[in-house]
């Protein structure tokens, strides 16, 4: 089967490395998406390489940008659907990245909601025409162990950017809910190291993203509105 995706934030990091593994599939038609085409000199010679990917300017804070993509990806899809959406880009903005409650400010928690809650909300809405054609609809919003109420240690991550994983997850239950013809899964990635992951962390983007492949590739009604480790188990909200 061939199938068509599109990833947000595809310039860097986990983003890229989606775009990465997906176009070594020849089958796939790939949509990666990032605010600066011309910048990212790794997604052009991806597409040098690769004769299934297409590199379209999106950010996911523009509702302008957003439009722009949408016509631009149908009118290449035609009357193909959009099978999977990959919500990934994210940032942790902030004065200070790591600043507790005590010292959060309102404008980085805006910030943060700005990129990590409306933008992948924005970005499904917009693409819900092209995900109606496709027989799979599936959605996977990259959110964080961060945002989990569960977790008991949050070492040195910032309030703002926590707070913001935590609603794009009840965004994902919300939009699993409103649209029970889709699946939509939020995933933890796990601690992977790129420029907003720690230098430490335990997972290179290609371990991580192989791993998400599989439940993204495999994904049933029976994950949608769940939120899922990159190991494949349930995470506590
Ligand atoms: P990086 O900082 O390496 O990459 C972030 C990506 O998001 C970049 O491509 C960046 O584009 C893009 N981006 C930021 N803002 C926007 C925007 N407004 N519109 C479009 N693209 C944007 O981060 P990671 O690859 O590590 O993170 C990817 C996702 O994984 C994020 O959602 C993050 O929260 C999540 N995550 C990461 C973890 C980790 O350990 N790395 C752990 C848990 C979750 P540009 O190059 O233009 O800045």
């Known amino acids: 089967m061939s ?26 038609t ?11 000199s790794a997604l052009q010679s991806l597409k040098n390489a690769s004769g299934n990917l297409h ?16 016509c631009i990806v149908q009118a290449i899809l035609g009357a193909r659907g959009l099978d999977y959406l990959i919500n990934n880009a994210g940032q942790i903005h902030g004065t200070d990245k790591f600043a507790p409650f005590s010292s959060m400010l309102a404008a ?11 933008g992948p909300a924005l970005v499904l809405q917009a693409f819900l025409p092209a995900c109606e054609k496709s027989q799979r609809r599936v959605v996977a919003n ?3 162990a961060a945002g989990s109420f569960a977790r008991k240690d949050f070492g040195a991550v910032g309030a703002a950017y926590c707070v ?23 995933i933890n990635p796990g601690s992977v190291k790129t420029d907003m992951g720690a230098p430490n962390a335990p997972l290179l983007p290609a371990e991580s993203v192989a791993s998400m492949l599989r439940i993204i590739h495999s994904a049933t009604a029976e994950i949608s509105g769940r939120f899922i480790n990159h190991t494949g188990e349930e995470i506590a909200w």
């Open 3 to 28: 199938y068509t995706w599109l990833v947000t934030g595809s310039s860097r990091g986990i983003g890229l490395e989606f775009v990465k593994q997906l176009t070594t599939d020849r089958s796939n």
């Open 30 to 40: 790939v949509f990666a998406t990032c605010r600066c085409p011309d910048s990212s």
């Open 55 to 70: 590199i379209v300017q999106l950010d996911v804070r523009d509702e302008g940008s957003i439009s722009t993509a949408v």
């Open 108 to 118: 980085d928690l805006i910030e943060n909601f700005l990129t990590n809650v409306a």
């Open 142 to 144: 990259i959110s964080s």
């Open 164 to 186: 913001s994983k935590a609603a794009l997850n009840m965004l994902s239950c919300k939009q699993a809910k409103d649209r029970a013809d889709m699946i939509v899964v939020a």
